[in-house]
């Protein structure tokens, strides 16, 4: 399918690995021009040399931490006027409901909440008098059904998500989309390192933390950021314009839901 998207010019945060590398891979192969960020430069000139080589775009990249205004700063320097936002940064850490204190929740909100709120306040105009723009806010399963051991997370996606939809609304007029992507497990170095928590507390293998995992996905298996990465940019894409506001569960089942 043509995503009739090749020209446009993308940033995407946080995307040297895992499922920000995914989105800025499947941007790629539709033809986008991409600003990649992270925050080591090593990472993220090789993630960049490779999607240049096998896909003929443009790649612009800017070593930063995104969650920090001078970071953001940096980044938007090179990414003003783009036409598609993909916002993302890494997780907050797991603990338990009693550990945290304030300044836990302020560097959660300020991470995955304020954090694509700002860029989304920075981009949006630009969007909107150009009259095209795609938002996508990669979030969690978490906003739907909580995960215990990662409270932080749990709230600081709940407030973004809560911002967005009324968001969503107010700019779709301008004919810009903001929706949410919310992963499940995915087979990233943010899965492995939650997989190493359960190591640790169960005293068992990394093999026997997946498999028990696994086992609580109707797919019985992670998921892959090729396949996030395909999503997000039909999300990004022409025939996406009339999805508004909405939070797209890409979870191998594991929500056991209705809606
Ligand atoms: P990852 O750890 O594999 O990759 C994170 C990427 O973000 C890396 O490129 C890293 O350099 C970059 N990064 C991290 N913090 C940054 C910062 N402050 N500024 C700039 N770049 C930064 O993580 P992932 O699995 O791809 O997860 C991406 C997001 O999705 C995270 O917020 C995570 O919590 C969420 N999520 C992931 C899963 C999963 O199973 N992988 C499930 C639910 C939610």
């Known amino acids: 399918m ?3 998207i ?7 945060c946080a995307s040297s690995r895992g499922l920000g590398l995914g989105c800025a891979r499947a941007l790629a192969a539709a033809g986008v021009d991409l600003v990649m960020n992270a925050r080591g430069q090593a990472a993220l000139d090789e993630a960049a040399t490779g999607i240049r080589a ?3 775009v443009s790649v612009t990249v800017v070593a930063a931490d995104i969650t920090t205004e001078a970071g953001r700063a940096e980044v938007l320097a090179l990414a003003d006027a783009v036409d598609i936002l993909v916002t993302n940064a890494g997780g907050p850490p797991p603990g338990l409901w009693r550990d945290w204190g304030r300044d836990d929740f302020i560097r959660a ?5 304020l954090t694509p709120i700002a860029l989304m306040t920075a981009l949006l105009p630009g969007m909107m008098a150009r009259g095209w723009g795609r938002v996508i806010n990669i979030t969690s399963q978490s906003v739907k059904a909580p995960i215990p051991q990662l409270g932080l997370s749990n709230s600081a996606r709940a407030g973004l998500t809560g911002y967005v939809a009324g968001t969503a609304r107010q700019v779709a007029p301008h004919g810009v989309t ?3 992507l919310l992963p499940g497990i995915h087979d990233t170095d943010r899965a492995t390192a939650l997989d190493g928590g359960v190591v640790k507390a169960q005293g068992i293998t990394l093999e026997e933390a997946r498999a028990q995992r696994m086992a609580t996905i109707p797919a019985r298996r992670y998921g892959t950021a090729a ?4 999503m997000c940019a039909f999300l990004a894409s022409q025939h996406a314009g009339f999805i508004v506001g909405q939070n797209i569960l890409l979870d191998g089942g594991a929500t056991n839901a209705t809606l």
Not at 109 to 113: C, E, G, R, S, V
Not at 227 to 230: L, Q, S, T
């Open 109 to 113: 909100l300020d991470a995955n909440m």
């Open 227 to 230: 396949e996030f990465g395909a």
């Open 2 to 4: 043509d995503l009739g």
């Open 6 to 12: 090749s020209g446009k010019r993308a940033l995407v």
């Open 54 to 56: 096998e896909f003929g």
């Open 178 to 180: 903001i929706n949410n």
